[in-house]
């Protein structure tokens, strides 16, 4: 008998949803997989190993309705030409989708902090700013020069300015281990330790970071991050400052929405009036891009601490997700959103970011976010 999945679509229509499922028999993990439905139709599937040592069978539901019920049948397959793959090499992991390049880890020693540049979206063009790694783009305007495309930084770790590069001091954030974890046909993961150092270089704490891409049907792209801060070295304060986003992002230029951009937010909020200090559980940024209209979407974990998160947003082209600026958010020194974590105590949070083809309507994010939070229950039907 062969190994079949009962996916369940539930109460949301799902498009391009990664669906992960727990096999209770391992399968020969030397051997390609795919999971076929009844039409004959197949699609690429993944086996990962859990923490636990069990075995998960990860793939791409192209499609299922709302309230449907789906079975598919595992079946052993050649590994397909279009995959996911990272390339280690000087201080930076290329993450190539198709044989063609989705972004570049940069972690080296020359830069402040680790950051992905460029991410390349559904057009083939660069979703975020290029300024400062290269200069003179046309159109790119050269403020805030520690706003590097998509990475995540503090402004006030116990004091330390974590955010900036100002002459006057910063911190730092070193990496001291890279491990790619995963290469496939549905996806690829990569986990980095770093250590968060005040401006004299003194270890505050240690960052686990983990990043998992995956490569969509049609061009859009997924990064799922994770990050558990370990207070190592005492108490680390993470300070109220709107300076700050666990995950950032600074837009493409021409995505801005003082240009030609669009912010929205999980409630239908619009523009940096209506979105800048208030809670959403996600909130998406779109705007002409060339070859068409594009958008990043940076969607909050429920297990988040301050769930759902604040956003320092700005017309301008920065999105982050900020846990902790609540007086600046709510101009009211009194609300102090500042967190203590005690030393060996740990705080993890997650994010989907999602870069899609379309504005926020388009590219169904309301939806899509569903497929994070709620993904479609898939559970093993039969085995061998």
């Not at 498009?15 to 727990?22: F, Y």
């Not at 240690?206 to 558990?228: A, C, F, H, M, W």
Request: contains cysteine; negative net charge; aromatic residues 10%.
């Amino acid at each position: 008998m062969a190994t079949t999945i009962t996916v369940k679509a539930g109460p949301h229509s799902r498009i391009n949803c990664p669906v992960t499922v727990a096999l209770a028999s391992p399968l020969d993990a030397s051997k390609t997989y795919a999971v076929r439905c009844a039409e004959g139709k197949t699609v690429p599937a993944q086996i990962v190993k859990a923490a636990d040592g069990a075995q998960q069978l990860f793939f791409i539901l192209p499609e299922l309705a709302a309230k449907q019920d789906l079975t598919l049948t595992v079946v052993e397959a050649p590994l397909p030409l279009n995959t996911l793959k990272l390339e280690q090499a000087d201080d930076t992991i290329n993450v190539k989708a198709n044989g063609k390049l989705f972004t570049t880890l940069h972690y080296g020693g020359n830069w402040v902090r680790p950051f992905m540049h460029p991410v390349i979206g559904p057009y083939g063009s660069n979703l975020t700013r290029s300024y400062p790694m290269v200069e003179d783009v046309p159109g790119e305007p050269k403020d805030h020069p520690h706003q590097k495309s998509f990475w995540t930084a503090w402004g006030d770790i116990n004091g330390t300015d974590n955010w900036s590069e100002l002459e006057r001091g910063h911190g730092t954030i070193k990496t001291t281990n890279v491990t790619i974890l995963e290469n496939g046909p549905v996806r690829g993961k990569v986990a980095l330790a770093l250590d968060w150092l005040s401006e004299k270089g003194e270890k505050q704490m240690v960052e686990n970071r983990e990043l998992t891409y995956y490569q969509l049907p049609g061009g859009d792209s997924i990064v799922d991050l994770k990050v558990v801060f370990t207070a190592t070295n005492g108490d680390i304060k993470f300070g109220d400052t709107k300076e700050g986003g666990i995950c950032s992002i600074r837009v493409a230029s021409s995505m801005d929405a003082k240009l030609n951009g669009t912010i929205v937010n999980a409630y239908g909020a619009i523009g940096e009036d209506e979105t800048w200090g208030k809670r959403a559980a996600w909130c998406d940024y779109y705007g002409p891009v060339p070859g068409g209209v594009a958008g990043i979407c940076i969607m909050d974990h429920p297990d988040n601490y301050c769930y759902p998160t604040y956003w320092h947003v700005r017309n301008y082209g920065l999105m982050t997700a900020n846990p902790f600026g609540l007086s600046y958010f709510h101009d009211n020194p009194a609300r102090d959103g500042s967190l203590v974590l005690k030393n060996g105590e740990t705080l993890t949070f997650q994010y989907r970011v999602f870069f899609h083809a379309g504005d926020t309507k388009q590219a169904a994010v309301a939806e899509r976010y569903h497929d994070y939070i709620n993904p479609p229950k898939a559970a093993i039907a039969a085995e061998a």
